[in-house]
């Protein structure tokens, strides 16, 4: 009996690969995806009520590739008789919640996502992918996508624990955190600005102090100029990639503020929040600081320094939330693949423009992946609306030929040099 292979295989059903599942259950691939919990839930601890995401609601699973597939977010809302509400609301953002619903309920249409399905392993051979599913089903495809996202990031001096949690998991641990006497939430970004609006505004039912420390120089506002926000293009990350390994490296902290910043309405809602309590006197058991890093917990005590004045002190805090990002989460079985993988430097492997993975060894059947992209798309690496681009891509990659129609020139804003110097000769070949 001959083994069924499938052109492509997707590790992780997250946002990413759910959007190619999505786009490629249109086409004649046979494709099949596997996530190891037992269903789409996108941050659920960062699910907190009110909360918008910071892309508009065209940033959907497939709208940017096929306004007309079954699986964008203004057919979610027909189906579910909120097409009128979702009009007079009035909104290009949408809620963070919506989104994460929206995606389980393309999930649960598709046919090719499998959930509680954990890949222990992956391995070449023949040039085919074997994916070992469960410890025991073997999986064949001729190409796999890595979906596997990122995961929190801890900074040294601090361990885990009911008092000690990374913002991924706030609404899971909510409860416990607001008994503390003195919370502090750590971090500058979108995450640390909801968790403090959320603690705030919840103060005074449970009575605890709150402070709110970045090692930022402030707190900022995320670039929501329209020319800004055109750094989330294709056009933008064709000329990224064409950049030095040393020049896209350091844009990266260039172009931070693109992605990091807080929203505006959220900072609005704070420094309003802040200035309707002060109307009897200014708090003094709310502490909002930046320029301060913190450096590790123990015994009841944050260990911090105001870096501009390089002044130490200990915060008192038996409540800790750390807003400080994530990193890749590069599964082991990759790992294991590490020697033969070709890498820019220790932790971005080398991708080709099809987002490959650079082997050694030349292969036939490739690895894509959707995750560790910094040093390839730039400061989009995450961007929800970029995703739909690279999905295409690969999906045409996999298909070696063009299932999708991919734009160019979409934005107003030149990037290149090049472009001026042919445009210009043009012109002057035309007086």
Request: aromatic letters at 12%; hydrophobic letters at 40%; proline letters at 4%.
């Amino acid at each position: 009996m001959s083994k069924q292979v499938y052109d492509l295989c997707g590790v992780g059903i997250g946002p990413f690969n759910l959007g190619m599942a999505a786009l490629a259950d249109k086409t004649s691939l046979k494709c099949l995806f596997l996530e190891k919990n037992s269903s789409f839930n996108w941050h659920p601890g960062m699910l907190i009520s009110g909360s918008d995401l910071q892309v508009p609601f065209l940033a959907d699973l497939v709208t940017f590739a096929d306004p007309t597939s079954p699986y964008t977010f203004l057919n979610y809302l027909h189906h579910q008789n909120r097409l009128h509400s979702f009009f007079f609301f009035q909104r290009f953002d949408i809620p963070r919640q919506e989104y994460n619903e929206y995606a389980k309920w393309v999930a649960a249409q598709l046919p090719s996502c499998r959930f509680d399905s954990k890949v222990t392993n992956v391995i070449s051979r023949d040039g085919l992918y074997e994916v070992t599913v469960n410890g025991q089903e073997t999986i064949y495809a001729r190409h796999v996508v890595l979906g596997t996202g990122s995961v929190p990031m801890m900074p040294p001096g601090f361990k885990p624990s009911n008092d000690v949690i990374h913002s991924n998991f706030f609404l899971q641990h909510k409860a416990h955190l607001q008994k503390g006497e003195t919370i502090v939430v750590v971090g500058s970004g979108q995450s640390a600005a909801e968790i403090f609006l959320e603690l705030l505004t919840e103060k005074d039912q449970f009575g605890y102090k709150l402070a709110w420390l970045t090692r930022s120089s402030g707190f900022l506002q995320m670039e929501s100029a329209k020319l800004g926000q055109e750094v989330f293009s294709p056009d933008y990350v064709n000329y990224f990639k064409t950049l030095s390994y040393k020049t896209r490296k350091s844009s990266l902290n260039e172009l931070e503020h693109l992605r990091n910043g807080v929203d505006a309405a959220t900072l609005k809602a704070i420094y309003d929040h802040m200035y309707h309590r002060s109307i009897y006197g200014k708090e003094t058991d709310v502490l909002i600081q930046p320029l301060t890093e913190v450096n590790g917990f123990e015994d009841g005590r944050l260990h911090c320094r105001q870096w501009q004045e390089d002044i130490s002190f200990e915060l008192p805090a038996d409540r800790v939330i750390l807003a400080t990002g994530y990193k890749p989460h590069l599964p082991d079985w990759l790992l294991r693949m590490k020697e033969k993988i070709k890498w820019e430097d220790k932790h971005f492997f080398e991708i080709d423009d099809d987002y490959r993975i650079i082997f050694k060894d030349n292969r036939p059947n490739h690895l894509f992946t959707l995750t560790n992209l910094e040093l390839a798309s730039g400061t989009g690496a995450t961007n929800l609306g970029l995703s739909v681009r690279r999905n295409q891509v690969i999906l045409n990659a996999v298909a070696d030929k063009p299932l999708f129609n991919l734009k160019q020139d979409t934005v107003f804003q030149n990037f290149s040099a090049n472009f001026i110097q042919e445009t210009f000769s043009i012109q002057k070949s035309g007086r």
